[in-house]
């Protein structure tokens, strides 16, 4: 009975300390992402302030224990391609709207006083919907869909992506650029070194507005 007293208490302490912002903090905000390749010598300032070339969505941020959680997801339109002779649009590829994101694990160190550096690792993922309301969920890249192969298939070849962010903190707000890139094709079933190299690419620049709660 006394050990089962003392693992309550133990147990109340821990979640107090967590929920006072010791070691437990949550966030939530809004992001931006430009989806252009800011590689390409084919990006225009134009392109970069169209507004279709942005995507927005929610971010939510968690500190446990001193680890990052990051995690957010973005909506965006189908590209258009066509109208059908009733006046309805065809969409390329049948995908109506794109949910997409990521969900990361890292660590961050301040880079001065009201800012910090922060890289996580973890894995892109996103729902394709059609306008007919069927959904793909895909994780690692949208040729990983599951139903389309074995569901431990599926697992195995979720592939690594990476995630820079480097924020200022004014109070409860942070504001800050990040940066997300896959990686070449690291996952369990590819576990080769060479494979961790990012994909520049693809790489994603955005920007978020976070409050920490």
């Known amino acids: 009975m006394k050990r089962l007293v003392v693992l309550l208490l133990l147990s109340v ?15 939530v905000g809004t992001i931006n992402q ?8 084919e990006v225009l300032q134009a392109s970069v302030i169209d507004v279709h070339n942005w995507a927005t969505g929610t971010e939510l941020r968690a500190k446990i224990l001193g ?23 065809v969409f390329k590829d049948d ?14 160190s301040k880079s001065s006083v009201a800012s910090t550096f922060s890289f996580g690792v973890g894995s892109l993922l996103g729902f394709n919907v059609t306008d007919t309301f069927d959904i793909d969920f895909w994780a690692g890249s949208e040729s990983n ?21 480097l924020d200022i903190h004014i109070s409860k707000l942070s504001f800050g650029l990040n940066y997300q890139v896959p990686s070449t094709g ?3 079933s590819e576990p ?14 955005g920007a978020s507005m976070v409050m920490t709660l």
């Open 13 to 27: 302490s821990f979640s107090g300390l967590l929920f006072a912002g010791k070691l437990f903090s949550l966030g």
């Open 34 to 41: 430009l989806q252009l390749d800011l590689t390409s010598d």
């Open 67 to 89: 680890a990052n959680l990051d995690a957010y997801m973005l909506i965006q339109q189908g590209e258009i391609i066509d109208v059908s002779e009733t006046g309805k649009a």
């Open 95 to 108: 995908i109506a709207q794109r949910l997409f994101g990521m969900v990361a694990v890292g660590f961050s």
């Open 145 to 165: 869909i599951l139903g389309q192969k074995d569901l431990e298939d599926f697992l195995s070849d979720i592939r690594l992506a990476y995630r820079l962010r």
């Open 186 to 188: 690291f996952s369990y």
């Open 192 to 205: 080769e070194f060479s494979l961790l190299a990012p994909i520049w690419s693809e790489g994603r620049i």
